[in-house]
């Protein structure tokens, strides 16, 4: 069965410098991986998406690659800054079936200034 | 505000009562999708619409869901006779047919099941 792993524990970070998660998955072939931001409480929030034939996508100071030899996704959050303290989670995104999402476990990242 | 709605945003119930979830999409959007999410754990597909027709249930949707979106804008979810095992948070998303969209998540209905 599909599989996604992100790290479960919390990356602590020091404010300034760079936070990178990683997204794993096994048993799939996504056509676009995504990567959502969610606060307690609320909704996920849609940040980047990044197509199969892509390795690398940027938004400000977002980065993420895509390696599908490794499957695997990584996501850089460049000169953190306390507001980025929030829990990002890795979707895979099959596409031809609806767009429907499957998620990660997501992974907390606490900023300090 | 031209985002995703959710009506209501918590509900409790007791065991065995039905309750019922609406979400408006955002309007130019013709997908729209219920997903489920436990505490630390990422959200889990349960059904999706495009404008009016139900094309996917997941195998997490038992007989006792039922999602429906009548004209292809609001939707509501449906759960006969609660259980425990159905505290969770339900979020609704949509998005639109471009390939390369992200989805589009409400703010979510926290459901517990006393």
């Known amino acids: 069965s599909q599989k996604i792993e992100q790290n479960s524990e919390a990356l602590n970070i020091q404010e300034g410098k760079t936070a990178t998660l990683t997204c794993n998955y096994t048993?799939?072939?996504?056509?676009?991986l995504q990567w959502y931001r969610q606060d307690p409480g609320r909704g996920p929030v849609f940040l980047l998406l990044i197509r199969e034939n892509e390795k690398e996508k940027r938004k400000e100071r977002l980065k993420v690659t895509f390696d599908t030899t490794l499957k695997q996704s990584l996501f850089h959050i460049t000169a953190s800054q306390p507001a980025d303290s929030a829990t990002y989670l890795c979707?895979?995104?099959?596409?031809?079936?609806?767009?429907?999402?499957?998620f990660g476990g997501g992974t907390r990242v606490l900023v300090k200034p | 505000d031209t985002g995703v709605s959710q009506d209501p945003r918590h509900k409790i119930t007791k065991r065995g009562q039905n309750v019922t979830f609406r979400c408006d999409p955002i309007?130019?959007?013709?997908?729209l999708y219920w997903y489920r999410q436990t505490l630390g754990q990422g959200p889990e597909f349960l059904t999706y619409?495009?404008?009016?027709?139900?094309?996917?249930k997941s195998r997490l949707l038992s007989d006792r869901f039922s999602a429906e979106r009548p004209k292809g804008s609001f939707s509501t979810l449906e759960i006969q006779r609660t259980e425990q095992g159905d505290s969770a948070m339900y979020l609704c998303?949509?998005?639109?047919?471009?390939?390369?969209?992200?989805?589009?998540f409400g703010p979510g209905t926290r459901l517990t099941v006393l």
């Open positions: 309007s130019e959007h013709n997908r």
């Open positions: 998303a949509s998005r639109g047919t471009g390939p390369t969209e992200g989805q589009f």
């Open positions: 619409f495009q404008n009016e027709a139900q094309l996917e």
């Open positions: 048993n799939y072939s996504p056509a676009y």
């Open positions: 979707a895979l995104d099959g596409g031809a079936a609806g767009n429907k999402l499957t």
